[in-house]
C-alpha cells in the first residue's frame, strides 16, 4: 500500500507550498562533542565474517515535528509511528480508559500509523527481543481454508449489500466447530455441504467482539478430509473506507453518484465475507458480483461468465458477472468494484492494463499512469526473473480512498489524485510523485502479492522493498529526475526523523493482534525498510543483491515468507554473513550518532557510537545495542565501502586527514558528529566540488539533527548554512531551506524580533538565487529545474521578498477573474498561500470559492493545504468551522487544519478547538483511527511550551486514547524536544540573529 496519500500525521512539507507531495517524516533534529584518541590503531579491515559479528555484537532490541513555518502540508507517502519491540506483551496492549462514545471503533486498514502504547509506557532499554511469535492472537487452525467463492449484491439505498460464500476446508482434525473473522456481518445461516446437499448445519453462532472471531458450532463432528461451509449473511456498505464500502462523487450534471469498492489491508477483508483473514492463509478466490446491467464490475481476475439473474434484492434482472479464480494469495489482496466507471486501455505490456475512473473524472488523465504501468511491469518482470502471472492489471481512481493507494493483486485502487494527471493542472513535483506512487504499488505485484510475509511484524518485507522499488524504477525510466539524490532528503530523513524518537519502533515489531497492524504502516516500515534494503545493496552490490531478490521470489512464489528467508537468499547469493549483520537492523528499535575525532599525528580517526535521540538524553539502558556501522569513508581516492564499526569504538588509519568524509552518498542509516573544525572544512570541500550531491544533503541533515538534540548550537547550523551561499542543487537547497524552517517551527513561540530575524535570513539566502532563475516556466525546463524555480520562489515571497509578493498578488487576481494560465501549477500552492499571508476575506473567500467549483483533485487539495495560512481571528474560525462542515470529505479532513500550524494564532486556536470539539471529532473519526491520529498530532504537536505539554497532557488525562496513542506519544515527544533545543539555545540564535545583521 502507498502511504503517500495522507493522513496520519505530521506532513512535514519537503519545501513549500509549492512544491506538491512528497509526504516526509522529517527529523527535527546538528553536530558534535570531542571524543579522545584512547584505543590502538588498527589497520582499515575487510567486512567482517560471522564469527566476528557473533564477537563484537550484543544482540539486543533496542516525529513527528511541526511542519516549517512556510511551506504546506503535503501528501506523500505518509504519516509516522512507533512502539518498542522491548515489553514480552504486545507493545500496543494498553488497559483502556473511559470511552468518550459509544461508537463503535474500527480497525483501519490503510496506512496511517498509531501505536498503541504511549512512550512513557515502554521500558526502552535495548535489552533482548522477545520471541514475536509468543501470544499471537490467531484462529485455530483445525480447519484451514483452501478456496472461496464468493457472491455479493450490493443495496445502493439502503448500504447494505447481500452476500454467500462457499468455502473449501481442510480438516486437519476431527472438529464440531469453525472459527472465522467477521465484523458488522449479520449470518443468516451456516451450513456444511457437499454439492447441493446439507451435511450438517449450525447448532450455535457465537460472536467475540473482541476479537472479531464468530464461532460456528456444529450439530456434528466434521471428520479429517475435505468439506465445504457455506455462509449466507448481510454486510454494511459503509461509509468508513474499509472493507467493502461506498464512494461518491459528483457527476457531471451535478449529481451524486455512488460506486461500491473496497479496502481489506490490513485486516477489514473480515467486513466484507467471512474469511481467515491472516496472511499466512493463503487461498484461491472465485468472485461473482450481481448488479445493474449498466454498472461495471471488476475483481482481481478477468471475467469468466456473465448472465442474466433475477435479484431477489429489487425484484429486478441484474447482471451476475463471474471472474476467474485467482492465484493463491491472502485475504488483504482481494478486491472487488461496482459502478459507472470509464477506462483506456493500453496492449504495450504481455497483458492488457487498464486505467478506470468514475464520470467525475476525465479518463484521460490516466494516460500517464497507464503508460508508465506498461513499461514498469516489464521492468519488473526483467529485473525480478518473474512474469506478471495475472491475465490482466486495472489500475482504478476511487473517490474516496483512505491510504494513497492499495496494491490489490491485478486490481490496484488509488486515491484520484495519485493516479489521475492532468498535465496542464499539475506541476512537476506531482508528477513525480504519482510515478513513484504507481511505481510502488506494481512492486508489491511480487512483493506482497506473489511473495508474502507470513505475519504482520513481516510487513516491512512488503513496503520496504516496494518503496526502494519505486526508486529504483523512476531512476531508470527518468534519470534526469535524479531521485536518488532526494532519496536523502526524502526517505532517510524520513527514517531517521521517526528512529529519534523514544517513541519509535523495531523495523520487525512484534505484532500480537491483527488490528494493531495498521500503527505500523510508517516511516520505519516504509522508509527504514528501503533504506536497510539499499544500505546491503551497496554492502552486497546491487547486482548480488538483486540476483539474491530473483532467488527469494522464485523459492517463495506464492507462499509466505520471514524475514530471515530472504537474508537466506541473498546469503546463497552473495555468501557473505547477510543474517548477522542485517538482524541488528531489523530487530532493535533506533540507530546510531557516530562521532569522529582525529589523530593528526598518527593519521587516523576515532568513532564511537551510540543511539540517537532528538530530545538528547539517551540513557545507559537505552545504549546497549551496537550496530554494524558501515563507515563508507570518502576520500580523494574515492570510496572505501571495507570499513565496518563493529563494537562501540574503533580507531582507523586514514591515509590523508586533509580530506575525508563518512558515510559516503549517505547510504547508511546513522548521524555523523563531526568536530567544529572537520565541519568547517568539509563546507569548503562542497565548495572544492569534492563531495556529491548526497554529501552535502547529508551533512546539512545530520548537522541540522544533531543541534536539535543538543550536540552543537544551533548558532553553528545556521553559519554551516550561510556558508553554502554557492551551493547549485535542489536537492541540496531544499534541505538547507527546511533545516532554517525547522528552527523557525521551533521558535514559533518566541520573541517576534527573533521570528522575524529568522524569515530576514531565509530571504537572505533565497531571494537573490529566486530572482536569478526566475518563476516563468517554459517547455525548455527540466524537471528538477522547474522544482528549483518553484521552490526558491516560494521560500522568498514567504520570507518577505517584495518582488515575489508582488509578482503573486497579480497572478492570483489575474487567475481569480479567469485567466487560469496566470499561474503555472508549479507555483499555485505559493502564490495561493501568499495571496492569504498578504492578504485578507477578499482573497480568503476567492480560494474557497476556487476549491468548490474545481473538479481537479490536485487543484483543490491545494486550496485545502492553504486556507490555513490566514491569521485573522475571523477567518481562522471560519477555517476551523469549515473543516467539519461537511464540504470536506474524510479522506482530507487533516488537510484545512495543516495550514493552521505555520503561525503561533492557529496553532493555539487548533487545540482549543479540537478540545471544544472533541465530541463531535472523535464522533466522525472513531471508525478511522489513523485519520483520528493525524488530527491528533496535528492539533497537539506544534507546541513548544511546558505550559502547552501539560494542557495536552491534562486534556487527553481521562480520554480512551487506545486507538491514537501513538501518534499523541510522538506528538509529546516532539513537544519535549523543542522544549530542551529552546533551553538550551534560546539565547544562542537570539545573539547569532542579532550579530548577523537580521534583527535591531
Same mark, same amino acid.
Given at each position: 500500500?502507498?502511504?503517500?496519500?495522507?493522513?496520519?500525521?505530521?506532513?512535514?512539507?519537503?519545501?513549500?507550498?509549492?512544491?506538491?507531495?512528497?509526504?516526509?517524516?522529517?527529523?527535527?533534529?546538528?553536530?558534535?562533542?570531542?571524543?579522545?584518541?584512547?584505543?590502538?590503531?588498527?589497520?582499515?579491515?575487510?567486512?567482517?565474517?560471522?564469527?566476528?559479528?557473533?564477537?563484537?555484537?550484543?544482540?539486543?532490541?533496542?516525529?513527528?515535528?511541526?511542519?516549517?513555518?512556510?511551506?504546506?502540508?503535503?501528501?506523500?507517502?505518509?504519516?509516522?509511528?512507533?512502539?518498542?519491540?522491548?515489553?514480552?506483551?504486545?507493545?500496543?496492549?494498553?488497559?483502556?480508559?473511559?470511552?468518550?462514545?459509544?461508537?463503535?471503533?474500527?480497525?483501519?486498514?490503510?496506512?496511517?500509523?498509531?501505536?498503541?502504547?504511549?512512550?512513557?509506557?515502554?521500558?526502552?532499554?535495548?535489552?533482548?527481543?522477545?520471541?514475536?511469535?509468543?501470544?499471537?492472537?490467531?484462529?485455530?487452525?483445525?480447519?484451514?481454508?483452501?478456496?472461496?467463492?464468493?457472491?455479493?449484491?450490493?443495496?445502493?439505498?439502503?448500504?447494505?449489500?447481500?452476500?454467500?460464500?462457499?468455502?473449501?476446508?481442510?480438516?486437519?482434525?476431527?472438529?464440531?466447530?469453525?472459527?472465522?473473522?467477521?465484523?458488522?456481518?449479520?449470518?443468516?445461516?451456516?451450513?456444511?455441504?457437499?454439492?447441493?446437499?446439507?451435511?450438517?448445519?449450525?447448532?450455535?453462532?457465537?460472536?467475540?467482539?473482541?476479537?472479531?472471531?464468530?464461532?460456528?458450532?456444529?450439530?456434528?463432528?466434521?471428520?479429517?478430509?475435505?468439506?465445504?461451509?457455506?455462509?449466507?449473511?448481510?454486510?454494511?456498505?459503509?461509509?468508513?473506507?474499509?472493507?467493502?464500502?461506498?464512494?461518491?462523487?459528483?457527476?457531471?450534471?451535478?449529481?451524486?453518484?455512488?460506486?461500491?469498492?473496497?479496502?481489506?489491508?490490513?485486516?477489514?477483508?473480515?467486513?466484507?465475507?467471512?474469511?481467515?483473514?491472516?496472511?499466512?492463509?493463503?487461498?484461491?478466490?472465485?468472485?461473482?458480483?450481481?448488479?445493474?446491467?449498466?454498472?461495471?464490475?471488476?475483481?482481481?481476475?478477468?471475467?469468466?461468465?456473465?448472465?442474466?439473474?433475477?435479484?431477489?434484492?429489487?425484484?429486478?434482472?441484474?447482471?451476475?458477472?463471474?471472474?476467474?479464480?485467482?492465484?493463491?494469495?491472502?485475504?488483504?489482496?482481494?478486491?472487488?468494484?461496482?459502478?459507472?466507471?470509464?477506462?483506456?486501455?493500453?496492449?504495450?505490456?504481455?497483458?492488457?492494463?487498464?486505467?478506470?475512473?468514475?464520470?467525475?473524472?476525465?479518463?484521460?488523465?490516466?494516460?500517464?499512469?497507464?503508460?508508465?504501468?506498461?513499461?514498469?511491469?516489464?521492468?519488473?518482470?526483467?529485473?525480478?526473473?518473474?512474469?506478471?502471472?495475472?491475465?490482466?492489471?486495472?489500475?482504478?481512481?476511487?473517490?474516496?480512498?483512505?491510504?494513497?493507494?492499495?496494491?490489490?493483486?491485478?486490481?490496484?485502487?488509488?486515491?484520484?489524485?495519485?493516479?489521475?494527471?492532468?498535465?496542464?493542472?499539475?506541476?512537476?513535483?506531482?508528477?513525480?510523485?504519482?510515478? #513513484?506512487? &504507481?511505481?510502488?504499488?506494481?512492486?508489491?505485484?511480487?512483493? %506482497? !502479492?506473489?511473495? @508474502?510475509? *507470513?505475519? +504482520?511484524?513481516? =510487513?516491512?518485507?512488503?513496503?520496504?522493498?516496494?518503496?526502494?522499488?519505486?526508486?529504483?524504477?523512476?531512476?531508470?525510466?527518468?534519470?534526469?529526475?535524479?531521485?536518488?539524490?532526494?532519496?536523502?532528503?526524502?526517505?532517510?530523513?524520513?527514517?531517521?526523523?521517526?528512529?529519534?524518537?523514544?517513541?519509535?519502533?523495531?523495523?520487525?515489531?512484534?505484532?500480537?493482534?491483527?488490528?494493531?497492524?495498521?500503527?505500523?504502516?510508517?516511516?520505519?516500515?516504509?522508509?527504514?525498510?528501503?533504506?536497510?534494503?539499499?544500505?546491503?545493496?551497496?554492502?552486497?552490490?546491487?547486482?548480488?543483491?538483486? #540476483?539474491? &531478490?530473483?532467488?527469494?521470489?522464485?523459492?517463495?512464489?506464492? %507462499? !509466505?515468507?520471514? @524475514?530471515? *528467508?530472504? +537474508?537466506?537468499? =541473498?546469503?546463497?547469493?552473495?555468501?557473505?554473513?547477510?543474517?548477522?549483520?542485517?538482524?541488528?537492523?531489523?530487530?532493535?528499535?533506533?540507530?546510531?550518532?557516530?562521532?569522529?575525532?582525529?589523530?593528526?599525528?598518527?593519521?587516523?580517526?576515532?568513532?564511537?557510537?551510540?543511539?540517537?535521540?532528538?530530545?538528547?538524553?539517551?540513557?545507559?539502558?537505552?545504549?546497549?545495542?551496537?550496530?554494524?556501522?558501515?563507515?563508507?569513508?570518502?576520500?580523494?581516492?574515492?570510496?572505501?565501502?571495507?570499513?565496518?564499526?563493529?563494537?562501540?569504538?574503533?580507531?582507523?588509519?586514514?591515509?590523508?586527514?586533509?580530506?575525508?568524509?563518512?558515510?559516503?552518498?549517505?547510504?547508511?542509516?546513522?548521524?555523523?558528529?563531526?568536530?567544529?573544525?572537520?565541519?568547517?572544512?568539509?563546507?569548503?570541500?562542497?565548495?572544492?566540488?569534492?563531495?556529491?550531491?548526497?554529501?552535502?544533503?547529508?551533512?546539512?541533515?545530520?548537522?541540522?539533527?544533531?543541534?536539535?538534540?543538543?550536540?552543537?548550537?544551533?548558532?553553528?547550523?545556521?553559519?554551516?548554512?550561510?556558508?553554502?551561499?554557492?551551493?547549485?542543487?535542489?536537492?541540496?537547497?531544499?534541505?538547507?531551506?527546511?533545516?532554517?524552517?525547522?528552527?523557525?517551527?521551533?521558535?514559533?513561540?518566541?520573541?517576534?524580533?527573533?521570528?522575524?530575524?529568522?524569515?530576514?535570513?531565509?530571504?537572505?539566502?533565497?531571494?537573490?538565487?529566486?530572482?536569478?532563475?526566475?518563476?516563468?516556466?517554459?517547455?525548455?525546463?527540466?524537471?528538477?529545474?522547474?522544482?528549483?524555480?518553484?521552490?526558491?520562489?516560494?521560500?522568498?515571497?514567504?520570507?518577505?521578498?517584495?518582488?515575489?509578493?508582488?509578482?503573486?498578488?497579480?497572478?492570483?487576481?489575474?487567475?481569480?477573474?479567469?485567466?487560469?494560465?496566470?499561474?503555472?501549477?508549479?507555483?499555485?500552492?505559493?502564490?495561493?498561500?501568499?495571496?492569504?499571508?498578504?492578504?485578507?476575506?477578499?482573497?480568503?473567500?476567492?480560494?474557497?470559492?476556487?476549491?468548490?467549483?474545481?473538479?481537479?483533485?490536485?487543484?483543490?487539495?491545494?486550496?485545502?493545504?492553504?486556507?490555513?495560512?490566514?491569521?485573522?481571528?475571523?477567518?481562522?474560525?471560519?477555517?476551523?468551522?469549515?473543516?467539519?462542515?461537511?464540504?470536506?470529505?474524510?479522506?482530507?479532513?487533516?488537510?484545512?487544519?495543516?495550514?493552521?500550524?505555520?503561525?503561533?494564532?492557529?496553532?493555539?486556536?487548533?487545540?482549543?478547538?479540537?478540545?471544544?470539539?472533541?465530541?463531535?471529532?472523535?464522533?466522525?473519526?472513531?471508525?478511522?483511527?489513523?485519520?483520528?491520529?493525524?488530527?491528533?498530532?496535528?492539533?497537539?504537536?506544534?507546541?513548544?511550551?511546558?505550559?502547552?505539554?501539560?494542557?495536552?497532557?491534562?486534556?487527553?488525562?481521562?480520554?480512551?486514547?487506545?486507538?491514537?496513542?501513538?501518534?499523541?506519544?510522538?506528538?509529546?515527544?516532539?513537544?519535549?524536544?523543542?522544549?530542551?533545543?529552546?533551553?538550551?539555545?534560546?539565547?544562542?540564535?537570539?545573539?547569532?540573529?542579532?550579530?548577523?545583521?537580521?534583527?535591531?
Amino acid at each position: 500500500m502507498s502511504s503517500r496519500a495522507a493522513c496520519r500525521a505530521e506532513f512535514v512539507p519537503r519545501t513549500f507550498p509549492s512544491t506538491p507531495p512528497r509526504l516526509r517524516f522529517r527529523p527535527r533534529t546538528l553536530l558534535s562533542a570531542s571524543v579522545p584518541v584512547s584505543t590502538p590503531i588498527p589497520s582499515i579491515t575487510a567486512a567482517p565474517n560471522v564469527a566476528q559479528w557473533r564477537r563484537n555484537h550484543a544482540w539486543r532490541t533496542s516525529v513527528l515535528t511541526s511542519p516549517p513555518s512556510y511551506g504546506l502540508d503535503l501528501p506523500r507517502l505518509a504519516s509516522h509511528t512507533s512502539l518498542s519491540c522491548l515489553p514480552r506483551s504486545s507493545p500496543f496492549k494498553k488497559t483502556r480508559a473511559t470511552p468518550t462514545s459509544t461508537n463503535p471503533v474500527r480497525y483501519c486498514s490503510y496506512r496511517r500509523h498509531n501505536m498503541c502504547r504511549l512512550a512513557g509506557d515502554l521500558d526502552h532499554t535495548g535489552g533482548a527481543s522477545p520471541d514475536p511469535t509468543q501470544g499471537r492472537e490467531l484462529l485455530p487452525t483445525n480447519v484451514v481454508p483452501t478456496h472461496y467463492d464468493v457472491t455479493l449484491e450490493p443495496d445502493f439505498v439502503k448500504y447494505t449489500f447481500e452476500g454467500k460464500v462457499l468455502i473449501d476446508f481442510d480438516v486437519r482434525e476431527e472438529t464440531k466447530s469453525i472459527s472465522l473473522h467477521t465484523i458488522e456481518v449479520d449470518i443468516h445461516s451456516a451450513q456444511i455441504k457437499s454439492g447441493e446437499t446439507t451435511v450438517s448445519s449450525s447448532s450455535a453462532i457465537t460472536y467475540d467482539e473482541s476479537k472479531q472471531v464468530t464461532k460456528i458450532e456444529l450439530k456434528d463432528a466434521l471428520p479429517k478430509g475435505k468439506t465445504q461451509l457455506e455462509i449466507k449473511y448481510t454486510g454494511q456498505l459503509n461509509d468508513q473506507m474499509a472493507g467493502f464500502y461506498r464512494s461518491t462523487y459528483k457527476k457531471p450534471d451535478g449529481s451524486e453518484g455512488i460506486l461500491a469498492t473496497t479496502q481489506m489491508e490490513a485486516n477489514d477483508c473480515r467486513r466484507a465475507f467471512p474469511c481467515f483473514d491472516e496472511p499466512m492463509h493463503k487461498a484461491k478466490f472465485t468472485v461473482t458480483l450481481i448488479a445493474d446491467k449498466h454498472l461495471t464490475c471488476l475483481s482481481n481476475m478477468d471475467v469468466a461468465s456473465e448472465s442474466e439473474v433475477h435479484s431477489e434484492m429489487s425484484g429486478s434482472t441484474k447482471t451476475a458477472v463471474k471472474f476467474n479464480t485467482t492465484p493463491l494469495m491472502s485475504t488483504y489482496l482481494v478486491a472487488f468494484i461496482i459502478g459507472e466507471l470509464n477506462y483506456i486501455e493500453t496492449k504495450k505490456f504481455r497483458v492488457p492494463i487498464r486505467v478506470y475512473a468514475p464520470p467525475s473524472s476525465d479518463i484521460e488523465h490516466g494516460r500517464f499512469s497507464l503508460e508508465l504501468a506498461a513499461r514498469t511491469l516489464e521492468y519488473y518482470e526483467k529485473i525480478f526473473g518473474a512474469d506478471f502471472p495475472l491475465p490482466k492489471m486495472d489500475m482504478v481512481a476511487i473517490p474516496d480512498f483512505a491510504a494513497g493507494a492499495m496494491e490489490n493483486w491485478g486490481l490496484i485502487t488509488y486515491r484520484v489524485v495519485d493516479l489521475m494527471l492532468d498535465e496542464k493542472a499539475s506541476g512537476a513535483a506531482m508528477k513525480e510523485r504519482v510515478a #513513484e506512487v &504507481v511505481q510502488h504499488e506494481l512492486a508489491h505485484q511480487w512483493f %506482497g !502479492n506473489l511473495v @508474502t510475509m *507470513d505475519w +504482520w511484524e513481516g =510487513l516491512w518485507l512488503n513496503e520496504g522493498f516496494a518503496t526502494l522499488m519505486s526508486w529504483l524504477s523512476c531512476n531508470h525510466f527518468y534519470p534526469e529526475w535524479k531521485v536518488w539524490e532526494t532519496y536523502v532528503t526524502d526517505n532517510l530523513q524520513s527514517a531517521l526523523g521517526l528512529d529519534s524518537l523514544r517513541s519509535s519502533h523495531p523495523i520487525e515489531v512484534p505484532v500480537k493482534r491483527a488490528s494493531e497492524v495498521d500503527q505500523i504502516f510508517d516511516a520505519i516500515s516504509y522508509s527504514k525498510g528501503s533504506c536497510v534494503l539499499r544500505m546491503i545493496s551497496t554492502y552486497l552490490g546491487e547486482e548480488t543483491f538483486l #540476483e539474491g &531478490v530473483r532467488r527469494y521470489i522464485k523459492k517463495h512464489a506464492y %507462499g !509466505n515468507t520471514q @524475514t530471515n *528467508d530472504l +537474508w537466506a537468499a =541473498l546469503e546463497d547469493a552473495s555468501g557473505k554473513p547477510v543474517r548477522e549483520i542485517m538482524s541488528i537492523w531489523t530487530k532493535n528499535v533506533g540507530f546510531p550518532v557516530v562521532q569522529v575525532t582525529e589523530n593528526e599525528k598518527e593519521s587516523a580517526i576515532h568513532v564511537k557510537q551510540n543511539r540517537f535521540l532528538r530530545t538528547g538524553d539517551t540513557k545507559p539502558e537505552e545504549d546497549k545495542v551496537l550496530y554494524p556501522v558501515f563507515l563508507g569513508l570518502r576520500s580523494k581516492d574515492g570510496v572505501d565501502e571495507s570499513l565496518t564499526l563493529s563494537k562501540r569504538e574503533d580507531t582507523f588509519k586514514v591515509k590523508d586527514l586533509d580530506f575525508f568524509k563518512l558515510n559516503a552518498n549517505h547510504t547508511s542509516i546513522y548521524r555523523t558528529s563531526y568536530t567544529p573544525e572537520r565541519l568547517t572544512k568539509l563546507g569548503q570541500s562542497a565548495k572544492d566540488g569534492l563531495l556529491t550531491v548526497e554529501d552535502r544533503a547529508g551533512i546539512i541533515a545530520d548537522a541540522g539533527a544533531l543541534a536539535v538534540s543538543g550536540y552543537q548550537k544551533t548558532s553553528g547550523v545556521l553559519n554551516l548554512l550561510k556558508g553554502f551561499d554557492t551551493e547549485a542543487s535542489f536537492v541540496v537547497w531544499s534541505e538547507i531551506i527546511a533545516r532554517v524552517a525547522t528552527v523557525q517551527s521551533a521558535w514559533i513561540f518566541e520573541d517576534a524580533t527573533v521570528k522575524d530575524g529568522l524569515e530576514a535570513f531565509v530571504k537572505d539566502l533565497v531571494s537573490e538565487r529566486a530572482h536569478r532563475l526566475g518563476w516563468v516556466f517554459s517547455d525548455k525546463d527540466g524537471h528538477v529545474e522547474q522544482q528549483f524555480k518553484a521552490m526558491l520562489f516560494g521560500a522568498a515571497g514567504m520570507a518577505g521578498d517584495q518582488k515575489v509578493i508582488a509578482d503573486a498578488k497579480a497572478m492570483f487576481k489575474k487567475y481569480m477573474d479567469g485567466d487560469k494560465s496566470a499561474i503555472h501549477p508549479n507555483i499555485r500552492g505559493s502564490v495561493f498561500s501568499m495571496a492569504l499571508k498578504y492578504g485578507g476575506e477578499e482573497e480568503y473567500d476567492a480560494i474557497l470559492n476556487f476549491y468548490r467549483k474545481s473538479t481537479n483533485s490536485d487543484e483543490r487539495n491545494t486550496a485545502l493545504r492553504c486556507i490555513g495560512r490566514a491569521k485573522n481571528p475571523a477567518l481562522i474560525q471560519r477555517t476551523l468551522d469549515f473543516v467539519l462542515g461537511g464540504e470536506v470529505k474524510s479522506q482530507d479532513i487533516y488537510l484545512p487544519t495543516s495550514g493552521l500550524r505555520s503561525h503561533a494564532e492557529g496553532i493555539e486556536s487548533l487545540f482549543s478547538w479540537m478540545t471544544k470539539e472533541w465530541p463531535e471529532i472523535y464522533k466522525r473519526l472513531s471508525g478511522n483511527p489513523p485519520i483520528l491520529g493525524s488530527m491528533v498530532s496535528i492539533c497537539t504537536s506544534s507546541f513548544a511550551k511546558q505550559e502547552q505539554l501539560d494542557k495536552v497532557e491534562a486534556f487527553f488525562k481521562d480520554k480512551d486514547i487506545e486507538f491514537f496513542a501513538q501518534p499523541l506519544a510522538q506528538s509529546k515527544d516532539a513537544i519535549r524536544s523543542k522544549i530542551a533545543w529552546l533551553a538550551r539555545d534560546r539565547n544562542d540564535v537570539a545573539t547569532w540573529v542579532k550579530e548577523n545583521g537580521y534583527s535591531s
